[in-house]
C-alpha cells in the first residue's frame, strides 16, 4: 500500500513539471500570489504558430539542425568507430572519446573559437553543426564500440568465405545487424544537439535561433509564457522519441 | 582530439599574452593574476561543493527507487515515467526550477495561500542563492533518473538478488544484508561513474546561467563572462582559466583512474 | 603419390615475436577428409584461417589443385570455414541463410535447391524459423547446409561440434560423413576429440606448439606412440578385466 502511494507520488513528481509548463504557456494573466492563472488564453499557441514565425522558425531549425547532426554522426561514427575497435590502440582511443563527457561544451566552444571565427563560420548554421559534431561524434563512437565485437568479425568473415565482395557484406549482413546501434545513435546525436544551448550560443553568436536560444532570450525579457510554450516545444520530440526508442530497444532483443 | 589540443594551444598562448588584441609577448601576467585571484579558485571550489552535493543527494533517491522499484523499472509502465525526466534539457529544467523556487515563483504562492508566509520577502531565497540550493534541486532532478538506471542496471548485471539472498541463508538479517552487501557492491561498481558525473555537473552551464548569481560563479559560467566581456583584460584571464579547468580535470582523472560508463552503455549480442 | 588437391609447403606464421606455425606441410587428396587434432592454443585455429584467406602467412604456399591460392582474396577461394558457433546470420531465416550464398551468386532455381538443401539435413518444415528459434544442434546443420550448398572446393572445420550434446553429436558426426560423401567434398576436420577425430577422418594430423606431424595412413597414427591410441586402448582393456573379475 505505502510503496503504491510513493507509486504515485513519483509519477505525479515527475508528470507535474510538464502540466505546469503547459499551464504557463496557456496563462494571460498570473500575479501572485495566485495559485492558478487568473486568464486562460490560446493566444500564445496561436501566434507563435500561426501568426509571428519567430517560434516556428526556430522550431524547423532546431530540427534542421538535429536531423542534420544525428545524420552526420551515425555515419560517420559507424566507419569511424569500426577503425577503432579493430585498431590496437583501441583503449587508447576510448580514452578520447571521454573528452566531451568531462569537458563542458561551451568550454569546448571557448578554446574552439578562434578557429572558427578565422575559418569564417562563426554565426552561422554550419559552424554551429561543425561545433556540434566534435561534441557529439565521441558518444556515437561509444555507441557503436560495444557493436564491433569478435562475434561480429566472425561473421563478416563467414560471408567473405560464402563469396561476399566488402561491399556486398556491408549492405546484407553488417548494415542489418547494425540496425539497433544506428537507431540509437542516430536518437542519441538527435538528443545531444537538440538539447545543447551553450556551444550554439557561443559559436552562433546568437545569430542561429535554435529554441533554446530562444527559450534563453524569452526568460532573459521576462517572458515567461512564451519560454513555457518554446520549453514544451523542446521536450516533445523527445518524449515521442522515448516512447519509440524504448520500443525499438525492446524490438532490437 | 586534435582540434582539442590545437584549441587549447590557442587558448595557452593567447592567456600567455601570445596573441590576441593586447598581445605585448609573453607574460605571466595573466596566469599570475589567475591564480591568485579569489574568486577563481572560489569559482572551482563553488563548483567542485555543487557537484558533490547533488551526486549525493541524487544517489540517495536513486538508491532507495532502484531496489524499492527494481522490478517495475526494468520493465513495465514505471519504467516509461523513469524515462520521461531524461527528455527535460538543462534549459527547460532550470526554467521550471526557476518558475517554482523563485520569490514570485509557485510554491510562494501556495505558502501564501497556506499562510505561511505573508508577501513575497518571506519566502526564503532559494534561487540565484549564496549556497546554490536552486542549482542543486535542479542539478538533483536531472541525474537522478541517470542514477536509478544505474543502479538498477548494477542490480541485475551483479546478480544482487541471488547475492543478498545468499547472505541471508548466512545469517545476516534484512538491514545488514543492505549494509554489508547490497550498498557496498552499488558503490564499488558505480563510484566511476559518479565520479563522471560530479565532473558533469562541475561543468554544467545553462543551469547556474539561469539559477546562479554572479558570486560565487560555476567555472563555466565565469570563463564564458571573462571571455565576452568587454574589458579586453579580462579573455587571457578567462582563456588561462579555461586551460586551469582542463588541466585540473585531467589530474582528477590520473589521480582517480578512468571514469566508467560501463553500466550506461549499450549491449548488443 | 597422387597429385595432392590441397597442398602446403613451407608455411609459417608469427604474430609479433611468437612464432604460432613452424614449417607447416600440409597434403589432401580430392574427396577425402583430414582430421586435426590439436590442443588449444596449438595454432590449429590461425592454420585454418590462413587456408580461408582471413589471416595471410609470413611465408610459404598454399595450392589447390595445382594453382597457387596465397594471393587470393577469400572471396575468390570459395574455401569454407566453420566455426563452433554456428554463426547464422541473425537477421535471416533458416531458409535464407542457405540461400545466402547462392543469391550472391545469383544462382537459379533459389528456392528448390534450398528445400533440397533443408530435406537433406532432415529440416524439411523449418525453413521459416528465425535462428534463435532454432537449437544448437539445429543451427549447426543449417550453418553446414549454408556452406554446402553454394559446393565449396574445400571445407575447414573448427571443432564445429564442441558445443554440442553427446548425443546430438554423434548424430551431427554422421550426418556429416553423408554428406561430405555425397558430394566428394574434400574437408580439414579440427577437433581435440581423439574418438572423433578416427570417426571423421580418413587421415589424420597432429599440431602442437605450431609444428604439424600429419601420418601416412590412420594406421600409422594408430602405431605411434605419442598419438594417444594406446593409451586410451589399454584403458578400456583395464576396464574390461576388472570387470571380469568381478
Known amino acids: ?253 | 582530439m586534435l582540434p582539442v589540443l590545437a584549441g587549447l594551444g590557442y587558448a595557452l598562448s593567447y592567456s600567455l599574452g601570445l596573441t590576441g588584441l593586447l598581445s605585448k609577448g609573453i607574460t605571466f601576467e595573466y596566469w599570475q593574476k589567475a591564480l591568485t585571484s579569489q574568486s577563481l579558485w572560489a569559482s572551482f571550489l563553488y563548483s567542485l561543493s555543487i557537484g558533490l552535493v547533488s551526486v549525493f543527494i541524487s544517489l540517495c533517491f536513486a538508491v532507495s527507487m532502484a531496489l524499492s522499484w527494481n522490478k517495475s523499472i526494468q520493465q513495465g509502465r514505471l519504467s516509461y515515467f523513469i524515462f520521461l525526466p531524461l527528455c527535460f534539457p538543462a534549459t527547460v529544467m532550470a526554467f521550471v526550477v526557476l518558475q517554482w523556487l523563485s520569490p514570485s515563483g509557485w510554491f510562494s504562492r501556495i505558502a501564501f495561500e497556506l499562510g505561511f508566509i505573508h508577501s513575497l520577502n518571506d519566502f526564503p531565497n532559494v534561487v540565484r542563492d549564496f549556497y546554490g540550493i536552486g542549482i542543486i534541486f535542479c542539478s538533483v532532478l536531472l541525474i537522478t533518473p541517470f542514477f536509478t538506471i544505474l543502479m538498477s542496471n548494477i542490480y541485475r548485471n551483479e546478480n544482487l538478488l541471488h547475492l543478498e539472498n545468499l547472505s541471508k541463508t548466512l545469517g545476516a538479517s534484512t538491514s545488514e544484508t543492505l549494509r554489508r552487501v547490497t550498498l557496498p557492491i552499488l558503490f564499488q561498481k558505480s563510484k566511476m561513474t559518479l565520479l563522471l558525473f560530479v565532473i558533469f555537473v562541475m561543468g554544467s552551464y545553462e543551469v547556474p546561467l539561469i539559477l546562479g548569481r554572479q558570486y560565487p560563479q560555476m567555472v563555466s559560467v565565469a570563463i564564458v563572462q571573462k571571455i565576452q566581456k568587454f574589458n579586453l583584460n579580462d579573455i587571457p584571464l578567462g582563456f588561462a582559466m579555461s586551460v586551469l579547468y582542463v588541466i585540473l580535470v585531467v589530474l582528477v582523472l590520473i589521480v582517480f583512474g578512468k571514469p566508467s560508463r560501463k553500466y550506461l552503455k549499450p549491449h548488443f549480442k | 603419390m597422387s597429385e595432392a588437391f590441397l597442398r602446403i609447403k613451407q608455411l609459417h606464421k608469427w604474430f609479433g615475436q611468437n612464432q604460432i606455425l613452424k614449417n607447416i606441410n600440409l597434403d589432401l587428396s580430392d574427396g577425402q577428409t583430414l582430421s586435426l587434432i590439436g590442443a588449444s592454443g596449438s595454432g590449429k585455429t590461425t592454420l585454418l584461417k590462413i587456408i580461408a584467406g582471413l589471416e595471410n602467412a609470413n611465408q610459404g604456399q598454399i595450392y589447390l589443385r595445382e594453382n597457387r591460392i596465397d594471393a587470393l582474396s577469400p572471396q575468390q577461394r570459395k574455401i569454407i570455414y566453420l566455426y563452433q558457433d554456428a554463426l547464422l546470420f541473425p537477421h535471416l531465416s533458416a531458409f535464407e541463410n542457405i540461400a545466402f550464398g547462392l543469391r550472391l551468386q545469383k544462382a537459379k532455381h533459389i528456392p528448390a535447391q534450398v528445400n533440397a538443401m533443408l530435406d537433406k539435413l532432415g529440416m524439411q518444415d523449418q525453413g521459416h524459423k528465425m535462428p534463435n528459434q532454432l537449437s544448437g544442434g539445429q543451427k549447426q546443420r543449417i550453418a553446414f547446409g549454408r556452406a554446402l550448398v553454394i559446393q565449396p572446393q574445400l571445407l575447414l572445420l573448427d571443432e564445429p561440434f564442441g558445443a554440442l550434446d553427446p548425443e546430438i553429436r554423434s548424430h551431427m558426426q554422421k550426418l556429416f560423413k553423408t554428406l561430405v560423401s555425397s558430394q566428394n567434398l574434400s574437408a580439414i576436420f579440427v577437433t581435440h576429440d581423439l574418438k572423433e577425430a578416427i570417426i571423421i577422418g580418413d587421415n589424420i594430423a597432429k599440431i602442437e606448439q605450431g609444428s604439424l606431424i600429419q601420418y601416412d595412413s590412420k594406421k600409422a597414427f594408430y602405431q605411434d606412440d605419442k598419438s594417444g591410441v594406446n593409451d586410451e586402448i589399454l584403458f578400456w582393456k583395464h576396464l574390461k578385466n576388472e570387470t571380469n573379475e568381478d
Open chain 1, 1 to 253: 500500500m505505502m510503496s503504491k502511494i510513493l507509486k504515485y507520488s513519483f509519477v505525479l513528481a515527475v508528470v507535474f513539471p510538464l502540466v505546469f509548463l503547459l499551464g504557463l504557456s496557456l496563462a494571460q494573466q498570473w500575479q501572485f500570489p495566485e495559485v492558478l492563472p487568473q486568464q486562460w488564453t490560446l493566444q500564445h499557441w496561436g501566434n507563435s504558430l500561426f501568426q509571428q514565425g519567430d517560434i516556428l522558425k526556430s522550431l524547423f531549425l532546431s530540427l534542421g539542425l538535429s536531423l542534420s547532426l544525428a545524420g552526420t554522426v551515425s555515419v560517420f561514427a559507424f566507419f569511424m568507430s569500426k577503425h577503432i575497435a579493430y585498431s590496437k590502440h583501441r583503449q587508447l582511443y576510448m580514452r578520447f572519446t571521454l573528452v566531451p563527457y568531462i569537458l563542458s561544451p561551451v568550454v569546448l566552444a571557448v578554446i574552439f573559437q578562434y578557429y572558427f571565427t578565422v575559418a569564417n563560420l562563426s554565426g552561422n548554421f554550419i559552424g554551429v553543426l561543425i561545433a556540434q559534431l566534435f561534441f557529439a561524434l565521441p558518444f556515437g563512437i561509444v555507441i557503436f564500440n560495444n557493436f564491433w565485437n569478435e562475434h561480429l568479425k566472425s561473421i563478416e568473415q563467414l560471408s567473405f568465405t560464402l563469396g561476399a565482395s566488402s561491399r556486398q557484406s556491408l549492405l546484407k549482413v553488417i548494415l542489418p545487424l547494425s540496425k539497433p546501434a544506428i537507431v540509437l545513435c542516430f536518437f542519441q546525436s538527435f538528443l545531444v544537439s537538440w538539447f545543447e544551448y551553450g556551444l550554439t550560443q557561443f559559436i552562433g553568436l546568437g545569430k542561429v535561433k535554435t529554441l533554446t536560444v530562444m527559450v534563453f532570450s524569452f526568460i532573459n525579457e521576462a517572458n515567461v509564457f512564451y519560454a513555457a510554450l518554446a520549453c514544451i516545444l523542446l521536450i516533445l520530440p523527445p518524449i515521442v522519441l522515448l516512447y519509440m526508442n524504448k520500443k525499438i530497444l525492446i524490438l532490437a532483443r
